[in-house]
C-alpha cells in the first residue's frame, strides 16, 4: 500500500511538470528571455534586424544601430534554448544570425540600447519597439533617399542610353527635370513634356514618368520604373525587361534642338558670330545620320535653293547672321549611298 501510494505521488508531481511545461503564456520566460519577445527566423522582423546588423550589403538598414554588448538565446522548434550568444558587434551579429537554424528562433535580452543616425540613443525594451523604431528608421531612410533622387535629377540634364546591344531610338534623348517635376524630353530635335516623381514601393526605389501628349513615347515610357541603381552621376531603371541607363550630363555636351544660340558680339547689335563646324555633331546626332567619312560631305547655305543646287556655301568657321534670329540649310551628302539630306537649323543672336 506505501508502495502504491508513492507511486501516485510520483506520477502526480511528473504531471503537474508536464501541465506547467505545455501551458507557457506569453508572459513566462525562458532563460532570460520573455517569450512574447521570441523571433521566428522566418519573421519579417528576423529580417530587418539582420538587415540593421549587415555593413556590407547595399540592402543594409543604415539609419538605426545597436550599441553592443547584449545576450541573445537561439530556440528550437520546440523552444528549447539550443545556444547562447553574447553579440559585441554587428560583424558578429551578422554572422549569428546567418548561422541560425532554419525553424529555429532567437530571443533578445531587452532592453537593448540603439543609436539613431542623428546620434540620439534611445532604449528599446521588447520586440515590438524594436520593430516600431526599424519601420521608422526605414520609413525616414526612404524619404531621404528619394529627395536625393529627386534632387540629383534636377542639377544636371541626364542623356538616355539603351543597355540592350540593338540600336534604340531613345539613344542620347536628354531629360531636363525642374525642381517642381516636370521635364522637358528632347530626341531628334522635338520636345515634349511631362512629369516625374519618385518613391518607394515596399524597399524599392522606383520612378513614375508620364508623358502628356499622347503617342508612340509616352506608349514607350509611361510605366512604373523600377531603379536597379543610381549613383551621383548614373542611374538605371528597369520595366518589363526593357533597361535604361541615364547618365549626368552638366558640361553642356549634349543635343536638344536644333536651335543654337551665340552671344551677341555688341550688346544691342543683334549680330553674333557662329561656328558651324561645332554644330555638326548634334546634327547628325539629332538628325539620325551616320558620321561623316572621307567621302561624304556637309555644309551650309543661307536659302533651300542654294542648298538645293549646292551654291554659295558659308563658312563654317566663322559666319555673322543677317537677322537676329535665322534659319541655315545644311546639305549632308553621302559619296558611297549617293544619297544627300538637307536639314534646316535656326540660328540665334542673343544678348548675354
Known amino acids: 500500500m506505501k508502495k502504491q501510494l508513492l507511486k501516485i505521488t510520483f506520477l502526480s508531481i511528473v504531471g503537474m511538470l508536464i501541465f506547467s511545461c505545455s501551458d507557457l503564456d506569453d508572459n513566462e520566460e525562458i532563460g532570460t528571455v520573455s517569450l512574447e519577445n521570441i523571433i521566428q527566423k522566418e519573421s519579417e522582423l528576423f529580417s530587418l534586424i539582420e538587415r540593421v546588423a549587415e555593413t556590407e550589403d547595399e540592402d543594409e538598414i543604415t539609419c538605426i544601430k545597436f550599441l553592443y554588448a547584449f545576450t541573445m538565446l537561439e530556440f528550437d522548434a520546440d523552444l528549447m534554448v539550443v545556444n547562447q550568444y553574447t553579440v559585441s558587434s554587428d560583424e558578429n551579429f551578422s554572422f549569428i544570425l546567418e548561422n541560425i537554424s532554419d525553424g529555429n528562433s532567437i530571443g533578445i535580452n531587452f532592453p537593448i540600447q540603439s543609436v539613431l543616425e542623428s546620434g540620439e540613443e534611445f532604449l528599446i525594451q521588447n520586440k515590438d519597439e524594436l520593430k516600431l523604431a526599424i519601420d521608422d528608421c526605414i520609413e525616414a531612410q526612404q524619404e531621404e533617399l528619394a529627395g536625393q533622387c529627386s534632387l540629383l535629377l534636377q542639377e544636371c540634364v541626364w542623356i538616355v542610353s539603351h543597355d540592350e546591344e540593338t540600336e534604340d531610338m531613345y539613344e542620347n534623348a536628354v531629360f531636363d527635370v525642374a525642381e517642381d517635376g516636370t521635364f522637358k524630353f528632347y530626341n531628334n530635335g522635338e520636345l515634349q513634356e511631362g512629369t516625374w516623381i519618385v518613391y518607394f514601393i515596399e524597399d524599392e526605389l522606383h520612378t513614375n514618368i508620364t508623358f502628356e501628349a499622347e503617342g508612340i513615347t509616352a506608349d514607350d515610357w509611361n510605366f512604373d520604373w523600377k531603379v536597379i541603381s543610381f549613383t551621383s552621376e548614373t542611374m538605371i531603371f528597369e520595366n518589363n525587361g526593357i533597361s535604361y541607363t541615364l547618365t549626368k550630363e552638366c558640361d553642356g555636351n549634349y543635343c536638344t534642338q536644333l536651335i543654337f544660340e551665340e552671344c551677341e558680339g555688341i550688346d544691342g547689335s543683334g549680330i553674333s558670330e557662329f561656328v558651324f563646324e561645332n554644330y555638326i555633331p548634334c546634327i547628325l546626332q539629332i538628325e539620325d ?22 551654291t554659295n556655301p558659308l563658312s563654317q568657321t566663322s559666319y555673322q547672321n543677317i537677322m537676329q534670329e535665322q534659319t541655315i540649310y545644311v546639305r549632308v551628302n553621302y559619296g558611297v549611298a549617293n544619297e544627300f539630306f538637307i536639314i534646316p537649323i535656326t540660328i540665334i543672336s542673343t544678348t548675354c
Not at 545620320?289 to 549646292?310: G, P, R
Request: proline residues 0%.
Open 289 to 310: 545620320l551616320a558620321e561623316l567619312t572621307d567621302d561624304d560631305s556637309i555644309a551650309f547655305y543661307e536659302t533651300q535653293l542654294d542648298a538645293d543646287v549646292e
